[in-house]
């Protein structure tokens, strides 16, 4: 069985304050959490003091990039040995936002997942489509190649430690979340491109979250699909009682 996973992306929100305080609430709110994976991704600016806060806790800490490069002239980038130092296990690649405003290509998402997976630390793969592809039917073939892209030199046990998580561009932030029935069967189709890959063991065992206005409404519809495995989180993660409520409808599974 594939343990589901709850990622809550802050993005660029909360002051480091805010953070500390969103942290230390999530942490009482999940204490008893025992089936799911629990992660929080705070600004790099927070991330070293919501990492104190979470220490010893059943709440990882996810960080939202990193650059490919070790060290140097990369003015406002952070590097995988920074987020290592404290504690990051989880390195969120490849979302859409930074595709979208920040040049971040499929060649891009490579360097940085191969670079994350070098140091241990387990990349979380966003892929998704605009809903301009998906009616002009190239659904498949975005999501094929980004997939593709992402793991291209990756072996296959690098490749079984990465998670996926596909999310619809035109659902982030919008309020408008896929069907049950769209989620799943894009996700079992970006599931069938991992095993096209890697066969049949590496595409069963990867976990491929959902993300595109989930919300505690919506969650047990979305993770009840055989392919959903659990969700990244943007909105309802800014909130501890939200954020919580989609963990409820995992735990309940
Ligand atoms: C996200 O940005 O990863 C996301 C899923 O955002 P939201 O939940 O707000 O749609």
């Not at 919501?50 to 980038?77: E, M, P, R, S, Y």
């Not at 040995?81 to 595709?99: F, L, N, P, T």
């Not at 063991?201 to 976990?207: F, L, N, Q, T, W």
Request: net charge negative; glycine share 10%.
């Amino acid at each position: 069985m594939r343990q589901y996973i709850i990622a809550g992306n802050w993005k660029m929100n909360k002051t480091v304050s805010e953070s500390v305080e969103l942290a230390k609430a999530i942490v009482e709110a999940v204490k008893d959490v025992k089936k799911t994976e629990v992660v929080i991704a705070p600004t790099y600016l927070a991330a070293a003091k919501v990492a104190d806060v979470i220490k010893g806790t059943n709440v990882k800490l996810a960080i939202q990039d990193i650059h490919w490069k070790d060290q140097g002239a990369f003015t406002g980038k952070v590097s995988v040995d920074m987020v290592k130092e404290i504690g990051a296990e989880y390195i969120i690649i490849g979302h859409s936002e930074q595709r979208q405003y920040f040049h971040e290509t499929d060649e891009t998402v490579n360097l940085k997942v191969k670079k994350t997976l070098a140091a241990g630390i387990k990349p979380i793969i966003c892929i998704g489509e605009t809903l301009d592809e998906r009616n002009g039917g190239k659904l498949e073939s975005v999501l094929s190649t980004q997939v593709k892209g992402a793991f291209k030199d990756v072996s296959a046990e690098d490749a079984a430690k990465c998670v996926l998580a596909y999310e619809p561009v035109w659902a982030i932030g919008t309020g408008v979340v896929a069907t049950d029935e769209q989620a799943q069967d894009t996700q079992a189709f970006v599931r069938s491109v991992v095993k096209e890959i890697y066969g049949e063991a590496v595409a069963e065992g990867m976990r491929i979250q959902y993300g595109g206005s989930m919300k505690p409404g919506n969650a047990a519809g979305l993770l009840a699909q055989k392919d959903i495995d659990g969700g990244l989180i943007g909105g309802a993660a800014l909130k501890a009682d939200t954020f919580k409520g989609i963990i409820d409808a995992a735990e309940a599974r």
